[in-house]
């Protein structure tokens, strides 16, 4: 029958549908699939209850009629109380002579018992410092309900009746539609302070947000309001001190109302640095993790307090995740993470839970055990985990690290600027919290003039970036009058052009999307040419700048093509010997070089220098990057002898042009030299100065100097400097993480280089940190199965040796070489130097037997494959095994053979 | 606190106590007098509806419900089975009401207005009675436990326990039919309206 086979089919459903809901979001998807895969009808119901459940929000959770005083069950769920679900929520006392007795020993108002002038009627909470109460005034004709907070008996202060009289007026004055406001206070008969506050419907921020799906942009807004209303408190000299979700509640109408301001500081108006008591209690009391640094150090507290706990809140609105994980933290461990640290950018985070059971300072973001899934919080902002991470990346981080900054002068000066970059960011204008770089200019101006025809943005793009170049060269004097005046009026086009198109463009944004300069170059450079297919020289210029733009960008054969094009062009338009030819034949060269075509690179740029030297020999002031090109160039082909006077003559020459472009490059070309030939003092010396040249043309956070700075590391740490080598890391690290973004090359390569500091200076529990981190870029870009990861791992294990916890290193090395031996095949060198880094750990754990034979098979390996070094790390090892086996006679021939063996090598 | 109310009508406790000892003929008796009595009450609270003053304080409904029984005389049990039973009640009479409503509306040529005005901030989350109604009838085709369920808790107001207790099974199937029947309401009221596009709209 029809009736029983629904009955039947709902019954499966409500089974199905019990066990889904108690698996994360994120496997019910795959759960549905799995067990409905042979009845799709059914698959379809489950799902959509399954979506109307998570979008059910309060649908019904308050009851028609509801429960009051005195009845079977004395309390309802408080409406205020968002995160309590439903059906759980538990009366406060089903037993009303139990509630009674159980209120009057703890002294708490009951319903119905007056608090001032307000009748309770049910409780709503209990908070940290106040117990929470509906309430309504008898004689209000309106009957208002209102929030009666109470403080807790405890927390009484002789103090605080008066501290209420004078902030009262100030507090109650505070008229905004999104505070909600204080309407009364006062002091109970046994001397416990009240307020008496507006009675908000709603829920905390986050869970809002969450339940109702909002998108980035949509939670960008609604954060734009609780701005507003800082900023407006702060403008009346009105401090928060306790921003929090809880805190910030968004009633139905989507409308966020902030409770509570002012009130932590007149419960807790002036903590100081040596009252350590009232600090521990203030800490004891509010959550830790949306506190500022220097509320919980105990310091003064401003309005860049309340920013603080506002970047946490916009990095937990956005991220759904918290800064910092402080849920088995210590005060201690608080104080120092939020003081040394910054909090990892909200773009790594919503990717993949990092799992780093090694860290031990509380500094990844969510703990394993609450720890949402990233596709939840992707899901809850309707986008994808890397769909997130793009939307994320770049400004948005800026925004919220800037409100994080640990420094509170560093931070936003106010909350309305906070909100001016979040505004600005919704319209895809600059945001004032990232440095004004050049791609990051350009990058902005294109998203911003979408609306404008594809041919139009292209040409504002290529011709921006083209104008930025010609602007760089802008002081170069030319030997030829002629070619000055042809390139003058070239350039003259081309800003004429720029300036038409920024003018034309719509200023209306379109929002959300990105469109990198790479996209915008391949549609757009094809119609540029074709556009300029009349005027060859500028299209020359064109192909030469697209081709540059590539070649910065990495995208070398792209670069290639273009600056061949544009190089044949200008020799059939200026002939061979042109300075314009060689300065294509030089961009050029170090394309190929790049590319691995060292010898035709070296006879471009051969070439190229000879045109610029002309009939007088020497290179003129304005083509010193040709030069530098030329020592590039021949550094990527290794001929340092041939690359040590050509870059001695550019750094001459950069240094007596009146203008400076080319002394940096100059500068870092020379040190490369110096740090090649075995002289890394002053390699150092000259990597500094080229750093600290580039800083400041660019500012000290471009990518530009992350090579230099990797190079100064490099060069100092040869030096034996190895504070300063790890500054350098450390530096272009930062500027590689917040500017290059997480899968960039070169960023495995600088956490490894740091790892290896780490290990010289014997701080080994950093070292094991940053190797993993490498490992973990590393594994991003290159995939699981790269034998590097494999290396890194052995990296790993000496530390863990040299830390002191062979039996992990051994542990982990076994699991390595289970892994990695079929992978990469057991002749592998990556096998050897694990089997030796075993060997080490098995002698440090005494398990000598199993040691001996694992060294002397890899002594006879190395020697057999040729690896000298390996063979020599080989017998060092069994010398001290046989040290540590007290029998040191056996260890001899090694330790002579090594001494012979150096001997020999020295 | 609430000051002790005389029953009105001391025979409903009485018969309480006898239904719940399995006097069904007791609960024939009982239910018009119920009835009558919550009539009189949501009579009084939806006149006041026409002067802006809803239901105003569901206390009120309670402090009513308590004064027809002396509570102090029932047991737990009992007291959960009235509150039962005035949930079944209150749910006919709400209906019956707004149904009246719309019909008288629609006469006027006016709009449905929502019942209780003065929920303001659940008003965009509330349903239409009379749809709720109705898919509460379709529950109870598919489910009667789960309709139950929801009648008890949404139009009386029962906890968990209570539920429990009336319907007897445990309150963890409580809270699971519950979860189940509240999504599957959702969908069937809220599939004109996205909820989410709505509050998007508010936002700007």
């Given at each position: 029958?029809?009736?029983?086979?629904?009955?039947?089919?709902?019954?499966?459903l409500?089974?199905?549908?019990?066990?889904?809901?108690?698996?994360?979001?994120?496997?019910?998807?795959?759960?549905?699939?799995?067990?409905?895969?042979?009845?799709?009808?059914?698959?379809?119901?489950?799902?959509?209850?399954?979506?109307?459940?998570?979008?059910?929000g309060?649908?019904?959770?308050?009851?028609?009629?509801?429960?009051?005083?005195?009845?079977?069950?004395?309390?309802?769920?408080?409406s205020?109380?968002?995160?309590?679900?439903?059906?759980?929520?538990e009366?406060?006392?089903?037993?009303?002579?139990?509630?009674?007795?159980?209120?009057?020993?703890?002294?708490?108002p009951?319903?119905?018992?007056h608090?001032?002038a307000?009748?309770?009627?049910?409780p709503?909470g209990?908070?940290?410092?106040?117990?929470?109460?509906?309430?309504?005034?008898?004689?209000?004709?309106?009957?208002r309900?209102?929030?009666?907070?109470?403080?807790?008996?405890?927390?009484?202060?002789?103090?605080?009746?008066?501290?209420?009289?004078?902030?009262?007026?100030?507090?109650?004055?505070?008229a905004?539609?999104?505070?909600?406001?204080?309407?009364?206070?006062?002091?109970?008969?046994?001397?416990?302070p009240?307020?008496?506050?507006?009675?908000?419907?709603?829920?905390?921020?986050?869970?809002?947000?969450?339940?109702?799906?909002?998108?980035?942009?949509?939670?960008?807004?609604?954060?734009?309001?609780?701005?507003?209303?800082?900023?407006?408190?702060?403008?009346?000299?009105?401090?928060?001190?306790?921003?929090?979700?809880?805190?910030?509640l968004?009633?139905a109408?989507?409308?966020p109302h902030?409770?509570?301001?002012g009130?932590?500081?007149?419960?807790?108006?002036?903590?100081?640095?040596?009252?350590?008591?009232?600090?521990?209690?203030?800490?004891?009391?509010?959550?830790?993790?949306?506190?500022?640094?220097?509320?919980?150090?105990?310091?003064?507290?401003?309005?860049?307090?309340?920013?603080?706990?506002?970047?946490?809140?916009?990095?937990?609105?956005?991220?759904?995740?918290?800064?910092?994980?402080?849920?088995?933290?210590?005060?201690?461990?608080?104080?120092?993470?939020?003081?040394?640290?910054?909090?990892?950018?909200?773009?790594?985070?919503?990717?993949?839970?990092?799992?780093d059971?090694?860290?031990?300072?509380?500094?990844?973001?969510?703990?394993?055990?609450?720890?949402?899934?990233?596709?939840?919080?992707?899901?809850?902002?309707?986008?994808e985990?890397?769909?997130?991470?793009?939307?994320?990346?770049?400004?948005?981080?800026?925004?919220?690290?800037?409100?994080?900054?640990?420094?509170?002068?560093?931070?936003?000066?106010?909350?309305?600027?906070?909100?001016?970059?979040?505004?600005?960011?919704a319209?895809?204008?600059?945001?004032?919290?990232?440095?004004g770089?050049?791609?990051?200019?350009?990058?902005?101006?294109?998203?911003?003039?979408r609306?404008?025809?594809?041919?139009?943005?292209?040409?504002?793009?290529?011709?921006?970036?083209?104008?930025?170049?010609?602007a760089?060269?802008?002081?170069?004097?030319?030997?030829?009058?002629?070619?000055?005046?042809?390139?003058?009026?070239?350039?003259?086009?081309?800003?004429?052009?720029?300036l038409?198109?920024?003018?034309?463009?719509?200023p209306?944004?379109?929002?959300?999307?990105?469109?990198?300069?790479?996209e915008?170059?391949?549609?757009?450079?094809p119609?540029?040419?074709?556009?300029?297919?009349?005027?060859?020289?500028?299209?020359?210029?064109?192909?030469h700048?697209?081709?540059?733009?590539?070649?910065?960008?990495?995208?070398?054969?792209?670069a290639?093509?273009?600056?061949e094009?544009?190089?044949?062009?200008?020799?059939?338009?200026f002939?061979?010997?042109d300075?314009?030819?060689a300065?294509?034949?030089?961009?050029?060269?170090?394309?190929l070089?790049?590319?691995?075509?060292?010898?035709?690179?070296?006879?471009?740029?051969?070439?190229?220098?000879?045109?610029?030297?002309?009939?007088?020999?020497?290179?003129?002031?304005?083509?010193?990057?040709?030069?530098?090109?030329?020592?590039t160039?021949?550094?990527?082909?290794?001929?340092?002898?041939a690359?040590?006077?050509?870059?001695?003559?550019?750094?001459?020459?950069?240094?007596?042009?009146?203008?400076r472009?080319?002394?940096?490059?100059?500068?870092?070309?020379?040190?490369?030299v110096?740090?090649?030939?075995?002289?890394?003092?002053?390699?150092?010396?000259?990597?500094?100065?080229g750093?600290?040249?580039?800083?400041?043309?660019?500012?000290?956070?471009?990518?530009?100097l992350?090579?230099?700075?990797?190079?100064?590391?490099?060069?100092?740490?040869?030096?034996?400097?190895?504070?300063?080598?790890r500054?350098?890391?450390?530096?272009?690290?930062?500027?590689?993480?917040?500017?290059?973004?997480?899968?960039?090359?070169?960023?495995?390569?600088?956490?490894?280089?740091?790892?290896?500091?780490?290990?010289?200076?014997?701080?080994?529990?950093?070292?094991?940190?940053?190797?993993?981190?490498?490992?973990?870029v590393f594994?991003?870009?290159?995939?699981?199965d790269?034998?590097?990861?494999f290396?890194l791992?052995?990296?790993?294990?000496?530390?863990?040796?040299?830390?002191?916890?062979?039996?992990?290193?051994?542990?982990?090395?076994?699991?390595?070489?289970a892994?990695?031996?079929?992978?990469?095949?057991?002749?592998?060198?990556?096998?050897?130097?694990?089997?030796?880094?075993l060997?080490?750990?098995?002698?440090?754990?005494?398990?000598?037997?199993?040691?001996?034979?694992?060294?002397?098979?890899?002594?006879?390996?190395?020697?057999?494959?040729?690896?000298?070094?390996?063979?020599?790390?080989?017998?060092?090892?069994?010398?001290?095994?046989?040290?540590?086996?007290?029998?040191?006679?056996?260890?001899?021939?090694?330790?002579?053979?090594?001494?012979?063996?150096?001997?020999?090598?020295? | 606190?609430?000051?002790?109310?005389?029953?009105?009508?001391?025979?409903i406790?009485?018969?309480?106590?006898?239904?719940?000892?399995?006097?069904?003929?007791?609960?024939?008796?009982?239910?018009?007098?119920?009835?009558d009595?919550?009539?009189?009450?949501?009579?009084g609270?939806?006149?006041s509806?026409?002067?802006?003053?809803?239901?105003?304080?569901?206390?009120?409904?309670?402090?009513?419900f308590?004064?027809?029984?002396?509570?102090?005389?029932?047991?737990?049990?009992?007291?959960?089975h009235?509150?039962?039973?005035?949930?079944?009640?209150?749910?006919?009479?709400?209906?019956?009401?707004?149904?009246?409503?719309?019909?008288?509306?629609?006469?006027?040529?006016?709009?449905?207005?929502?019942?209780?005005?003065?929920?303001?901030?659940?008003?965009?989350?509330?349903?239409?009675?009379?749809?709720l109604?109705?898919?509460?009838?379709?529950?109870?085709?598919?489910?009667s436990?789960?309709?139950?369920?929801?009648?008890?808790?949404?139009?009386?107001?029962?906890?968990?326990?209570?539920?429990a207790?009336?319907l007897g099974?445990?309150?963890?199937?409580?809270?699971?039919?519950?979860?189940?029947?509240?999504?599957w309401?959702?969908?069937?009221?809220?599939?004109?309206?996205?909820?989410?596009?709505?509050?998007?709209?508010?936002?700007g």
């Open positions: 029958m029809r009736a029983d086979d629904e009955i039947e089919g709902w019954n499966r409500s089974d199905l549908f019990d066990q889904a809901i108690e698996k994360p979001a994120a496997e019910r998807g795959a759960f549905v699939a799995r067990v409905c895969a042979d009845e799709p009808a059914l698959g379809r119901s489950l799902e959509e209850l399954l979506v109307s459940e998570a979008r059910a309060t649908f019904m959770e308050a009851p028609l009629v509801r429960r009051a005083a005195g009845s079977a069950a004395s309390a309802m769920i408080p205020t109380d968002a995160d309590a679900d439903p059906t759980n929520a009366p406060v006392d089903t037993d009303p002579a139990g509630d009674r007795q159980h209120a009057s020993r703890r002294g708490e009951r319903i119905g018992d608090i001032g307000y009748r309770v009627l049910r709503l209990q908070g940290g410092m106040s117990t929470v109460f509906l309430a309504i005034r008898d004689d209000d004709t309106f009957k309900r209102v929030v009666v907070k109470l403080v807790r008996a405890d927390l009484r202060d002789a103090d605080l009746e008066r501290r209420l009289r004078t902030e009262r007026h100030i507090l109650a004055s505070l905004h539609p999104n505070i909600a406001r204080l309407f009364d206070g006062g002091t109970t008969e046994d001397g416990r009240y307020f008496v506050m507006e009675y908000v419907e709603g829920l905390p921020i986050t869970t809002f947000a969450d339940r109702y799906q909002l998108s980035v942009d949509e939670r960008s807004a609604l954060f734009r309001k609780v701005l507003g209303a800082v900023q407006y408190a702060h403008q009346n000299l009105v401090v928060h001190r306790d921003l929090k979700p809880s805190n910030i968004v009633a109408d989507g409308e902030l409770l509570d301001f009130i932590a500081k007149l419960l807790n108006p002036d903590l100081s640095a040596d009252d350590v008591h009232a600090t521990a209690t203030w800490l004891r009391l509010m959550t830790p993790h949306y506190a500022s640094p220097e509320q919980v150090c105990g310091k003064l507290v401003g309005t860049a307090s309340d920013i603080y706990s506002l970047g946490v809140l916009l990095y937990e609105l956005l991220a759904g995740r918290l800064p910092f994980d402080f849920a088995r933290a210590t005060p201690g461990e608080i104080e120092r993470t939020l003081t040394e640290r910054d909090p990892p950018r909200p773009s790594t985070v919503v990717v993949a839970a990092r799992a059971a090694e860290t031990t300072a509380p500094t990844s973001a969510g703990s394993a055990s609450s720890d949402p899934a990233s596709s939840d919080i992707a899901r809850n902002r309707m986008l985990p890397h769909e997130l991470q793009r939307r994320l990346r770049g400004d948005l981080d800026a925004i919220i690290m800037k409100a994080l900054r640990s420094a509170p002068q560093r931070r936003y000066a106010s909350a309305e600027r906070f909100a001016d970059d979040l505004e600005r960011f319209k895809n204008l600059p945001v004032g919290a990232r440095k770089t050049w791609y990051y200019r350009i990058g902005k101006l294109v998203r911003r003039r609306t404008a025809a594809a041919v139009t943005i292209s040409l504002a793009l290529a011709l921006a970036v083209g104008a930025g170049v010609l760089q060269k802008h002081a170069q004097v030319l030997r030829e009058r002629d070619n000055a005046q042809r390139e003058r009026s070239q350039r003259d086009t081309v800003l004429a052009l720029l038409e198109v920024l003018q034309v463009a719509d209306n944004v379109s929002l959300g999307e990105t469109y990198s300069i790479r915008a170059l391949d549609s757009s450079a119609k540029l040419r074709r556009l300029l297919a009349d005027q060859p020289a500028l299209r020359a210029e064109l192909l700048t697209t081709g540059t733009i590539y070649h910065n960008l990495g995208l070398w054969p792209r290639r093509v273009d600056l094009a544009a190089l044949s062009l200008r020799k059939s338009l002939g061979d010997r300075p314009s030819v300065r294509t034949q030089s961009r050029l060269a170090l394309v070089a790049n590319l691995g075509e060292v010898d035709t690179a070296r006879a471009l740029t051969t070439q190229a220098v000879e045109t610029s030297r002309g009939a007088r020999g020497s290179v003129p002031a304005a083509d010193v990057a040709i030069l530098n090109d030329q020592v160039v021949l550094c990527a082909a290794q001929d340092y002898e690359a040590l006077p050509l870059a001695e003559e550019a750094l001459a020459l950069a240094r007596s042009a009146s203008n472009e080319g002394l940096p490059t100059a500068l870092i070309n020379r040190a490369m110096a740090l090649r030939k075995d002289e890394p003092t002053h390699a150092a010396v000259l990597f500094q100065q750093a600290e040249l580039l800083a400041l043309r660019f500012g000290d956070d471009h990518p530009r992350v090579n230099p700075l990797s190079n100064l590391g490099s060069a100092r740490r040869r030096a034996g400097d190895l504070t300063g080598a500054d350098a890391f450390e530096q272009a690290l930062t500027i590689q993480q917040t500017a290059l973004g997480e899968t960039h090359p070169t960023l495995a390569i600088t956490l490894n280089n740091l790892a290896g500091i780490h290990v010289a200076r014997g701080e080994h529990a950093e070292a094991i940190e940053v190797f993993g981190q490498a490992a973990d594994e991003r870009q290159a995939g699981p790269h034998p590097r990861l290396f791992e052995i990296q790993i294990a000496q530390s863990r040796i040299a830390a002191g916890t062979p039996s992990v290193a051994r542990e982990d090395l076994q699991q390595s070489l892994h990695w031996r079929n992978r990469i095949g057991a002749e592998h060198r990556f096998v050897l130097l694990a089997d030796l880094a060997g080490r750990a098995l002698t440090a754990l005494g398990d000598f037997d199993a040691a001996e034979p694992l060294l002397h098979a890899g002594f006879d390996r190395a020697m057999a494959a040729g690896w000298q070094r390996d063979a020599a790390s080989c017998l060092a090892l069994l010398r001290t095994l046989h040290e540590a086996m007290g029998t040191p006679e056996r260890s001899e021939p090694f330790a002579r053979r090594l001494e012979d063996w150096d001997a020999g090598e020295g | 606190m609430i000051d002790a109310q005389p029953p009105l009508d001391a025979p406790t009485g018969l309480l106590i006898a239904w719940s000892h399995g006097d069904e003929q007791a609960r024939d008796v009982l239910v018009p007098l119920v009835y009595q919550l009539c009189a009450l949501a009579g609270i939806l006149r509806e026409r002067t802006n003053h809803t239901l105003a304080s569901s206390a009120l409904v309670h402090e009513a308590l004064r027809m029984v002396e509570i102090d005389k029932v047991g737990w049990n009992d007291r959960a009235f509150f039962a039973l005035c949930a079944r009640l209150m749910r006919r009479i709400l209906i019956d009401h707004a149904r009246k409503q719309r019909a008288s509306k629609r006469g006027e040529g006016g709009e449905n207005l929502p019942l209780f005005e003065d929920r303001l901030s659940d008003k965009a989350r509330d349903p239409d009675l009379l749809a109604d109705q898919a509460l009838e379709r529950l109870a085709d598919r489910n436990q789960q309709a139950r369920i929801v009648e008890l808790r949404y139009f009386g107001g029962l906890d968990r326990e209570e539920i207790a009336v099974i445990s309150s963890a199937t409580v809270t699971r039919r519950w979860r189940m029947a509240r999504a309401l959702f969908r069937q009221l809220s599939q004109p309206v996205d909820p989410r596009r709505a509050v998007a709209e508010r936002l």
